[in-house]
């Protein structure tokens, strides 16, 4: 069967194959994302079963083969029942999935990413968090630590940095001040609040990201933004989009 590798990860999907099995995609700390195989996944009082579906996190031991991971064993250190549990979390999740699936490579750092994933699932399963605040400042982080997000802390005119900024725009990726939002193509007027919302998400510590509220107004701005990011940074349409709020 090959050695044995323990991996650190998440499983962004799991798929039914042959009769029994399964294949799953992990995002893992140490090799990236890899797909793997779960022999029997599927029969009845397999040990598999419960931790080869989505959004579970934890240890897996892998038997590695020449060119394909299979599943030995897992040690499961969160469930994120309250996610799967609600139809409309479990979209939040496809699409979260979908989207760290879309930046991850095997064999690059993804650390970062399923953190960002874990809090991201963890934030859904609070009724006090608006899903779409949720949504906005996971979009925009993934796109920052894929190095692929704009300047919120420059004018993109006057190139001043550390001032008051009054619009964003997705064509010039990034922020305008007062003087220069003239110049702005397609600006998105946005309130301070905003503003410090966006510096905020691509600055805390990732463990940190879901300790503040918005307006709804403010939730509007930010989410006016998020889809800019997002539209600017990735070339293609998640599926899971779709079935979002
Ligand atoms: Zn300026």
Known sequence: MGDVTEVTGMVLSSMNVCEYDRRIVLLTKERGLISAFAKGARKPNSPLTGVTRAFVFGKFQLYEGRSSYTVKQANIQEYFENVICDLDNVYYGCYFAELAEYYAREGIDCGD??????????ALSKASIPKRLVR??????????NGECPDFFTCQGC?????????????????????CVEYAVNPVYLSE?????LQYIITAPIERLYTFTLSDQCLEELGRVA??????????EMKSAQMLL
């Open 113 to 122: 990413m399923i953190n960002l994933l874990y809090v991201a699932l963890k």
């Open 227 to 236: 889809s800019g990011v997002i539209q600017g940074a990735v070339d293609k």
């Open 136 to 145: 906005f400042v996971y979009e925009i982080r993934l796109v920052s630590i």
């Open 193 to 197: 609040s905003t503003v410090y919302a």
């Open 159 to 179: 190139q001043k940095e550390k001032i008051k900024f009054c619009a964003f725009s997705e064509t010039m990726h990034g922020l305008y001040c007062n003087d």
